[in-house]
Antibody
Framework: EVQLVESGGGLVQPGGSLRLSCSASGFTFITNFMHWVRQAPGKGLEYVSG????????YYAESVKGRLTISRDNSNNTLYLQMSSLRPEDTAVYYCVKGPYYMDGWGKGTTVTVSS | DIVMTQSPDSLAVSLGERATINCKSS????????????LAWYQQKSGQPPRLLIYWASIRESGVPDRFSGSGSGTDFTLTISSLQAEDVAVYYC?????????FGQGTKVEVK
């Protein structure tokens, strides 16, 4: 069974930084494209970032380019999202998601709140 | 980026009746070399993460009831719930997986009338 467990969320001031982690199990992590998707309170789903199986290529939504960095550690089956220069509009639940094309595995999410 | 537009934003359907959600893409998501439409549907119940229902526009994910079906090609797609059950109350999203960023529709809220 696919398991994705996010951690690292919390309250941070505007301009601050945070690193999210996602521990993966139940599937072959090293062969899977991975994503981060977020959902602001009461809003829809927003694609944030994606990374190829070997980490060689990364993709970002325009709204986060230059501020968020996706990476992975295939030896430890872990996905990361380094977040810096955070803004109030980054407040959301952040989901770790599996899938090269369609997204067939989702974590329960970790909440990031950017507020002074 | 490809823009996905769903309609309606919400709908209320009586139990046992049909619910239909439309999704329009700003770009053709049919890949001609394999004749696959790169379009997925997700269901999100309150307080839960999304769940994959349909991929390649019409393939049901394992475990998804057969009252859920997807259709369409190119830029216009439909998710149909043939006989609404109480447990189908949720927000439904379409998503293109043709290119990155993998954009979502704004969501359609389905309620019981």
């Amino acid at each position: 069974e696919v398991q994705l467990v996010e951690s690292g969320g919390g309250l941070v001031q505007p301009g601050g930084s945070l690193r999210l982690s996602c521990s993966a199990s139940g599937f072959t992590f090293i062969t899977n494209f991975m994503h981060w998707v977020r959902q602001a309170p009461g809003k829809g789903l927003e694609y944030v970032s994606g990374i190829t199986s070997n980490g060689g290529d990364t993709y970002y939504a325009e709204s986060v380019k230059g501020r968020l960095t996706i990476s992975r550690d295939n030896s430890n089956n872990t996905l990361y999202l380094q977040m810096s220069s955070l803004r109030p509009e980054d407040t959301a639940v952040y989901y770790c998601v599996k899938g090269p094309y369609y997204m067939d595995g989702w974590g329960k999410g970790t909440t990031v709140t950017v507020s002074s | 980026d490809i823009v996905m537009t769903q309609s309606p934003d919400s709908l209320a359907v009586s139990l046992g009746e049909r619910a239909t959600i439309n999704c329009k893409s700003s770009h053709n998501v049919l890949y001609s070399s394999n004749n696959k439409n790169y379009l997925a549907w997700y269901q999100q119940k309150s307080g839960q993460p999304p769940r994959l229902l349909i991929y390649w526009a019409s393939i049901r994910e394992s475990g998804v009831p057969d009252r859920f079906s997807g259709s369409g090609s190119g830029t216009d797609f439909t998710l149909t719930i043939s006989s609404l059950q109480a447990e189908d109350v949720a927000v439904y999203y379409c998503q293109q997986h043709y290119t990155t960023p993998r954009t979502f529709g704004q969501g359609t809220k389905v309620e019981v009338k």
